[in-house]
Structures are given as structure tokens and as C-alpha cells.
């Protein structure tokens, strides 16, 4: 009877621990040019709205703040392409939209600068799904266009798919990113 009683009581210490236990993370997917990913609920995806071929995914809340969010962009074809003064997408420099200077994506003020290392910090191939992926990383920091001293230091990732010409920047270096990429499907 005690062994029964121990079973019992261990079996209902089990149970209730199990339900106060969080529940499993929530995911849902996102569809860009034929690939889909698999990313946690709580992801928000945003599409640019002077193009369908631009998504904006904010990995993180972010308040009242809307422009400079913690997260990655998916870039399509219609984007990448060579457009009045922009260049087309190279993989021998990194991604910056825009034909001037981009503001510190840090910062809400307009008094600071991206610029970016010559050559990448890696140059490599990463999965994309089954595909695989020319992928760079670049040294970027922000500075002060009043003095012109670095304020913040990033890494900006980027994993392109020159047939497909789909392009995923990440400015932000989220560490869950390089494997929902891993997982895609399509």
C-alpha cells in the first residue's frame, strides 16, 4: 500500500508539475518567393508598401518605435534589381537601400550613420532549406556625422540565393535566425 500510495503521489507531482510548465512555444510561417519558414508566434511580419517583394520581420516588441525594430528583412527580386540610382544587389559589398547614407538602425535620431568594412568577415555558403546560400558577414558600425566617431559596432548578416534572387538581411544578429534559415522549406 505505500509503494501504491508513493506512485500515486509522485504520478500526481508529476501531473501537476507538467501543467505549470509553460506551454510549448507557438510557431507560425511565413511564405516569401516560394520558401516558407517556420518562426516563433511572436515574430511580426511587416510588408513594405511600395513593394509586395520586401518583407520586414521584428523579432522582438519594440513600442511606439516602428522604423529601427530588432529583426531581419526578405528581399525579392523587384527589390534587388538596379533601380534610378540604386545599385543592383552585389554580393562583394553589403546590403544598404538607398542611394546615400543609411541612419544608425540603433538610433530614433538622424545625427548618425551606417558605414561598412570593405571586405567580409565571412564568406561562405549556408543552408537556405535544402538550397544553399552565398552568405556574408559584414563589420558595420555607427558613427556621428558630426564627428565621425564609431558609437556602436554590428554584424550585419546576409544570405542570398542568386538564382532565386532572394535575399535575407540581418542587421540585428538574432541568434534563432541561422536556424529557422537552416529549416526552410521549398
Known amino acids: 500500500m505505500i ?8 504520478l500526481a507531482t508529476l501531473l501537476a508539475s507538467a501543467s505549470a510548465a509553460p506551454a510549448a ?12 519558414l517556420t518562426v516563433p508566434d511572436g515574430w511580426i511580419v511587416r510588408r513594405l508598401t511600395v513593394s509586395q517583394d520586401w518583407l520586414t520581420v521584428t ?15 526578405l528581399v525579392g527580386a523587384e527589390m534587388i534589381k538596379p533601380v ?22 540603433f538610433r530614433s535620431d538622424t545625427d548618425h550613420g551606417e558605414r561598412f568594412s ?8 549556408r543552408p537556405l532549406g535544402a538550397r544553399k546560400a552565398q552568405y556574408r558577414e559584414w563589420a558595420g558600425e555607427c558613427y556621428s556625422f558630426k564627428t565621425g ?38
Open 3 to 10: 509503494k501504491t500510495m508513493t506512485v500515486a503521489a509522485a
Open 25 to 36: 512555444a507557438q510557431t507560425r510561417t511565413i511564405t516569401f518567393d516560394g520558401m516558407t
Open 59 to 73: 523579432t522582438e516588441k519594440c513600442g511606439k518605435n516602428k522604423v529601427n525594430c530588432a529583426g531581419f528583412e
Open 84 to 105: 534610378g540610382d540604386m545599385k543592383e544587389y552585389c554580393t562583394d559589398r553589403p546590403f544598404a537601400p538607398g542611394t546615400g547614407v543609411s541612419a544608425c538602425r
Open 118 to 125: 570593405d571586405k567580409p568577415l565571412v564568406n561562405a555558403f
Open 149 to 186: 566617431k564609431t558609437v556602436k559596432r554590428f554584424t550585419q548578416r546576409e544570405w542570398y540565393l542568386p538564382k532565386s534572387k532572394v535575399l535575407v538581411v540581418d542587421g540585428w544578429n538574432h541568434p534563432e535566425l541561422a536556424g529557422v534559415l537552416a529549416r526552410a522549406r521549398w
